[in-house]
C-alpha cells in the first residue's frame, strides 16, 4: 500500500506513474494504454523473511543487515498501526502455546500502537515468498482492489515479484491488485483487509443484495468458484488421473474456467485450472480440445508470469506433447501412418 504520509515514488517505468488520489493516498495510474499480458513490474526483494510464523526479532534481524538507504526505503512505505483496540479479539485461547501467543500479542500490539514499526509496516506490506514473506518496495505501492486488473507472482527463477496486467487498461485508469484470495465471501474479505487497515470501497464490494449490480454477480461467481473448487481440489495435482475417469470432472473445470473469466480473473488460477483440462483431455483421448485448452492455458500463464516463470517450461512441454499426439491422430485419419509403414 502506498504511504498517505510522504509521496511515493515507481521505479523508472513506462508503464505507470504514482499520483495523489483524492481521499485514497496514492495510487499507481497508467500513462498509456496497457494491453493484457503485459509484465509491469519486476521489483526485487526489500526485505526477506524466511518463515511463515515470524517473530519480531525475525524481522529485526533482517532489518539490521540493511543499507541505510534500503531502512530509509522500508520506513517510507505505508504503516496500519493505529487501530482502536477494540477492533480486535482481546484473548486468547489458554491451549494456545506460549510462542503462538507472544506472536499474537506482537502483532496485535503494532497494530494498535500508536506509530510505525518495523512489525507494523511488515504487517501491511508483507507479501508471500517461497515459504516465508518479503516486502517488495515498489509492487505493495499499488492499491487494492477485490476486482483487480493486475495481479502478482513471486518468480524464483528471476528472484523478482512481477506485476502483470490482467486486463486491458486505459491510460489515467489506477492498476490494482488483489491482497486477498478471489474466493472468500465479501465478509471474509473485509475482515481480511482490516489487517491493512482499510475498507474496501471496490465494485464487488459494493451492495450485493441489488440483484442488478456488479457486486451481486460477483458474489455469485465467487460463490460458486468456492463450490467447484472444494468438489475438484482433491482430484487435482497429482490424483488428477483419478478425476479425469469421472465423466462430470472436465465439465466441472471448464464452469470454473468460465466463471474466473467473468470476474476478470486472467490469473494462475485460470491458466492452472485449463492445464487440467488439457491433461484431462490427453488422458481421456481427446486431443483435440486437450491442444486448444492447453494453449488457452499458456496464454493466459505468459500474460500472467511470463515465459521465465519456473514452471512454464514444463507447461509447455506436456501442451507440446498434447499437440504431436494430436497430429499422430490426424494422421491416422489421413492413412498416412499406413503410407510410412509401406514405404519402409
Ligand atoms: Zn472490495
Redesign the pocket.
Known amino acids: 500500500m502506498p504511504s498517505t504520509d510522504t509521496a511515493p515514488v515507481a521505479p523508472k517505468n513506462a508503464y505507470y506513474e504514482i499520483r495523489a488520489l483524492p481521499g485514497k493516498g496514492y495510487g499507481c495510474i497508467a500513462i498509456q494504454n496497457i494491453s493484457r499480458g503485459t509484465r509491469i513490474l519486476t521489483d526485487a526483494p526489500l526485505l526477506i523473511v524466511p518463515m511463515a510464523d515470524y517473530m519480531k526479532t525475525d524481522i529485526e534481524l533482517a532489518f539490521s543487515s540493511l543499507a541505510s538507504a534500503q531502512k530509509a526505503l522500508y520506513f517510507s512505505l505505508h504503516s496500519g498501526h493505529g487501530q482502536p483496540a477494540s477492533a480486535w479479539p482481546s484473548q486468547i485461547h489458554p491451549s494456545v502455546p506460549a510462542r503462538e501467543r507472544q506472536r499474537i500479542e506482537e502483532q496485535h500490539a503494532a497494530r494498535t500502537g500508536k506509530e510505525a514499526t518495523l512489525i507494523s509496516i511488515f504487517q501491511t506490506n508483507c507479501m508471500e515468498m517461497g515459504a516465508g514473506a518479503a516486502v517488495f518496495p515498489y509492487a505493495v505501492r499499488f492499491n487494492h482492489?477485490?476486482n483487480p486488473n493486475a495481479c502478482f507472482s513471486w518468480n524464483a527463477a528471476i528472484g523478482k515479484e512481477t506485476i502483470h496486467t490482467m486486463r486491458d487498461i486505459k491510460e489515467g485508469e489506477e492498476v490494482t491488485i488483489s491482497y486477498v484470495d478471489m474466493e472468500h465471501d465479501k465478509r471474509l474479505?473485509a475482515w481480511e483487509l482490516r489487517h491493512y487497515g482499510f475498507v474496501?470501497d471496490?465494485p464487488?464490494?459494493g451492495d450485493e443484495d441489488d440483484e442488478k449490480s456488479f457486486a451481486f454477480e460477483s458474489a455469485e461467481r465467487r460463490l460458486q468458484v468456492q463450490e467447484l473448487d472444494r468438489e475438484t481440489r482433491l482430484l487435482r495435482g497429482f490424483k488428477l488421473t483419478e478425476g479425469a475417469k469421472q465423466p462430470a470432472f472436465a465439465n466441472k473445470l471448464l464452469k470454473m474456467a468460465v466463471l474466473l473469466q467473468g470476474e476478470g480473473c486472467w490469473d494462475a488460477r485460470l491458466a492452472g485450472v485449463f492445464f487440467d483440462i488439457a491433461l484431462v483431455c490427453e488422458y481421456n483421448g481427446d486431443y483435440k480440445m486437450g491442444v486448444l485448452a492447453g494453449e488457452k492455458a499458456l496464454q493466459i500463464k505468459r500474460g500472467c508470469q511470463g515465459i521465465d516463470f519456473p514452471n512454464f517450461k514444463r507447461h509447455a512441454e506436456a501442451v507440446e506433447r498434447i499437440k504431436a499426439s494430436r497430429r499422430r491422430e490426424m494422421g491416422e485419419a489421413h492413412g498416412w501412418k499406413a503410407l510410412d509403414c509401406s514405404s519402409s
Open positions: 482492489s477485490c474479505r474496501c471496490c464487488a464490494c
